[in-house]
Structure formats: C-alpha cells, structure tokens
C-alpha cells in the first residue's frame, strides 16, 4: 500500500503524495483555476490533470529528478540547467495567457511594506534590508509582459537530461521574463550562464540581481510564518546576505 506523504502543508494549501498522484487541496480556487489552464496553455511539459473536484485538484507525477533544492548543491548537470533555460525560452516566446501578472505600482507597494515589516519587527538588520532594497530597484522597471510560470523554483523543474515536467503553475501569468530566470537561479547563482547559454540571449544580470533581492525580501516573512526557514544556509536571508 502506498504511504500519503505530506510534500507540503500551511493554512492557504496542502500537497499530498500518493504514489504516483498529487493530491493538491487549495483553499484559493482561483489559483486551481489559474494552475489547470496555464498548464493547458504552456508548449513545456507539464503535469497530466487526472482529475479535480474542488478544493482538491489531483495531477500525476512527472518523470525525472528535480532539478535541485534551494540552500543544498545541485547534482544536475550543466545541460540540464542549459535545457532549463531552453525551455523557459519555450515558455516565454508562447502567446500570453488572457490574465493578467502583478503591476509595477503594486510590487513596489509591496515590497516597501514588506521593507519597513522586517526593521520594525527586528526580523532583519535595517543595514541588510536597506541595501537590498536599493539593489530591488533594478527589478522595478517597465517591462513587455510575457507567459511566464511565476514561481520557478528548482525544485518544480525536473529534468532526466531533458526537461521533463515543470510543476505547480498557480502563480503563472503575464509577466517579466526576468523574473523566472532569477527565481529558478535564486540562491544557485553559479548556473546562471548554464541557464542564460540555454536561453539563448543575454540578459541585464543587474535586473536578475535586483529580482533575487525583491524575491527574497518579500518572502523572508511569509516563509518564517507559515514553519519554513528562511534562515537555514543558502536560502533567502543567505541571499540577501550575499549582496552586502
């Protein structure tokens, strides 16, 4: 009989394994929403939606090994992090999807309350979060919108020397492609020629920079209130860190 294996668990949703099944329970049904129709939409590969009866949305497993994990060395190799780059090319050259991203106006909003939450709470020193809040900067420009997934973390592309499924897509929308480069290389900034080499085109590595220290400051909070640690080596504040 297969274990249910908790993959992740706080108050907003819930990821359950079975086997080879995704059990994933979500009290927003606007990001299911989201999830089942960037998947439809995306030229990549993605999960198979076996089936969804809300709040639960059941997805089968991808073939393959995650690409790596943030805060642990990645094992994968150097054209595996390269097709990771070709196909979020893929991703981005696709026609939008009918949604729209976050605005410029409310990203900065954001991290400017998100800034002052961390000096006043003492969660950060004001030096750290002041610095990176000016490399944030760099990020906080206009940009041409493309499909982007909206939370590339390494640990949902998984690749066997391919690209074989990339997962959780509610966050997926309009958006800077900037901004998935830099949250797939957050914390591994030493495959980040891998990735650029399979994107096939340059890219202000500034701008990269500054998402890496927005990402990282809006999330440290959240992460620490819903029983992650942001904390642990080579994860967010390390990044934040790495800037000084």
Known sequence: MDEVKVVVAHSERTTL?????FLKVDADQARIDVEVEAMSLAPVPTPKVLWR?????AIAAVPGRAL????EPSTASPAAWAAAGAAIRKLHDAPLPPWPGRGLDELAADLDGECERLVTNAVLPADLVTR???VAEAALRPWTPVF??????IT????DDEITGIIDW???GQGDALFDLAILTLGHEEHLDDVIAGYGTDVDLDVIR???SLRSLLAVGWLAEHGFDPFAPGCEVDVLRSRM
Do not use: M
């Not at 009866?53 to 949305?57: A, F, N, R, Y």
């Not at 982007?148 to 973390?153: A, E, F, I, R, S």
């Not at 949902?156 to 690749?159: D, G, P, Q």
């Open 148 to 153: 982007t997934h909206g939370d590339l973390q």
């Open 68 to 71: 790596g994990k943030l805060g």
């Open 156 to 159: 949902h592309v998984f690749v």
């Open 17 to 21: 394994r079975i086997g080879d099944v």
């Open 170 to 172: 509610s966050e997926a």
């Open 210 to 212: 500054g998402w890496w």
């Open 53 to 57: 009866k809300p709040p639960v949305l």
């Open 132 to 134: 990176n809040r000016r």
